[in-house]
T-cell receptor, first 114, second 111 residues
Framework: ETGVTQSPTHLIKTRGQQVTLRCSSQ?????VSWYQQALGQGPQFIFQ???????GRGNFPPRFSGLQFPNYSSELNVNALELDDSALYLC?????????????FGQGTRLTVV | DAKTTQPNSMESNEEEPVHLPCNHS???????IHWYRQLPSQGPEYVIH???SNVNNRMASLAIAEDRKSSTLILHRATLRDAAVYYC????????????FGKGTHLIIQP
């Protein structure tokens, strides 16, 4: 049991809509990162939040945005959904921003854009 | 650019040791080697990580070559529950740029 929970588990949206995915990090972890995993591929890093501020970002456009709250839970928002956004979205938490220790992943949210 | 090279798949028998290789020939001095695995329909799970010395934990051992250009994840006695995709990741020490996953090695365990 990793302690990282994500909601919802599955979601279907229409192209052009907006979506918000949620993540509750493991107790005591102040860093959360988000990943996108297309079918058959490894997860791709979207961004990382540490103490409510984004402190690292992968190669994703600005329509992918996020928030981290004082209790260290987090949201991933995606605007103007495209068909290629269909993927498994994973949240991971860790005890610090430098990622030299282990990260704990949630089970993911499966997003389908139609 | 995953920065590491792994075989696409490997097959092993239950209760035998498994050696999963990883090549990271362009590794720098501050890069850590992390291993994660992903079981079907699950998020990735941390296995082990190291910098220079060999590392052991309850799940596995990590053997890092002296020149650090390659490493091997060792599962001492494979079970059917070890069937998963194993990712070898090079992670810059002190960086906030996340984990760079490649396609990993799909490990198949035969009963």
């Amino acid at each position: 049991e990793t302690g990282v929970t994500q909601s919802p588990t599955h979601l279907i949206k229409t192209r052009g809509q907006q979506v918000t995915l949620r993540c509750s990090s493991q107790s005591g972890h102040n860093t959360v990162s988000w990943y996108q995993q297309a079918l058959g591929q490894g997860p791709q890093f979207i961004f990382q939040y540490y103490r409510e501020e984004e402190n690292g970002r992968g190669n994703f456009p600005p329509r992918f945005s996020g928030l981290q709250f004082p209790n260290y839970s987090s949201e991933l928002n995606v605007n103007a959904l495209e068909l290629d956004d269909s993927a498994l979205y994973l949240c991971a938490s860790s005890g610090g921003p430098l990622m030299n220790t282990e990260a704990f992943f949630g089970q993911g949210t499966r997003l389908t854009v139609v | 650019d995953a920065k590491t090279t792994q075989p696409n798949s490997m097959e092993s028998n239950e209760e035998e040791p498994v050696h999963l290789p990883c090549n990271h020939s362009t590794i720098s001095g501050t890069d850590y080697i992390h291993w994660y695995r992903q079981l079907p329909s699950q998020g990735p799970e941390y296995v082990i990580h190291g910098l220079t010395s060999n590392v052991n934990n309850r799940m596995a051992s990590l053997a890092i070559a002296e020149d650090r250009k390659s490493s091997t994840l060792i599962l001492h006695r494979a079970t059917l529950r070890d069937a998963a995709v194993y990712y070898c990741i090079r992670k810059k020490g002190g960086g906030a740029d996340g984990l760079t996953f490649g396609k990993g090695t799909h490990l198949i365990i035969q009963p």
